[in-house]
T-cell receptor
Framework: AQSVAQPEDQVNVAEGNPLTVKCTYSVSGNPYLFWYVQYPNRGLQFLLKYITGDNLVKGSYGFEAEFNKSQTSFHLKKPSALVSDSALYFCAVSALVSNTGKLIFGQGTTLQVKP | DSGVTQTPKHLITATGQRVTLRCSPRSGDLSVYWYQQSLDQGLQFLIQYYNGEERAKGNILERFSAQQFPDLHSELNLSSLELGDSALYFC???????????FGSGTRLTVV
């Protein structure tokens, strides 16, 4: 069965510092991996995805994520955090072999960027 | 505007009642997914439809049902509502599958 783990409920970082939001996954076969962001009272917005190819994926708003197959991880990173990055971040996985495209989401990590 | 439209945005109803949530997918998207987001359960996959047919089922209660119509809009029906059904219900659509979703802004259901 597919599963996603986001081990940190909350990540606190100072503005201007680099940030990392962690994600590990479990899936049969090759994964499709995604990061979404949710601002208060809003729907989820797509940040980036890994399908195949380069392990370093660049996405919206300066975010990037690194796919590590041996560690089954897909951590979200940003070199310099902004206060406006404060939000709830979700990692999600879909099995490549799946014919449904169903995404399984992690529990979410709240990112708090302090000025 | 993501292109996925959910109505209503807010719904307050009493226990035991039935409600219908509506979702119009982004133009050209054939797959519609329903998720429930609650504080203690996170984002739970409920059900997926692809071009009118049920494709995958998740942790959807028997009191809940859904369908996708020929014009591709979808409805999620929640009946015999309980306090614990209070949550945000999201619809998402995709084209093609496995390339990620576009989410609607959700329906906040409050059962009193």
């Amino acid at each position: 069965a597919q599963s996603v783990a986001q081990p940190e409920d909350q990540v606190n970082v100072a503005e201007g510092n680099p940030l990392t939001v962690k994600c590990t996954y479990s899936v049969s076969g090759n994964p499709y991996l995604f990061w979404y962001v949710q601002y208060p009272n809003r729907g989820l917005q797509f940040l980036l995805k890994y399908i195949t190819g380069d392990n370093l994926v660049k996405g919206s708003y300066g975010f990037e994520a690194e796919f590590n197959k041996s560690q089954t991880s897909f951590h979200l990173k940003k070199p310099s955090a902004l206060v406006s990055d404060s939000a709830l971040y979700f990692c999600a996985v879909s099995a490549l072999v799946s014919n449904t495209g169903k995404l399984i989401f992690g529990q979410g990590t709240t990112l708090q960027v302090k000025p | 505007d993501s292109g996925v439209t959910q109505t209503p945005k807010h719904l307050i109803t009493a226990t035991g009642q039935r409600v219908t949530l509506r979702c119009s997918p982004r133009s050209g998207d054939l797959s519609v997914y329903w998720y429930q987001q609650s504080l203690d359960q996170g984002l739970q996959f409920l059900i997926q439809y692809y071009n009118g047919e049920e494709r995958a089922k998740g942790n959807i209660l028997e009191r809940f049902s859904a369908q996708q119509f020929p014009d591709l809009h979808s409805e999620l029906n929640l009946s015999s509502l309980e306090l614990g059904d209070s949550a945000l219900y999201f619809c998402a659509s995709s084209r093609p599958i496995n390339y990620g979703y576009t989410f609607g802004s959700g329906t906040r259901l409050t059962v009193v």
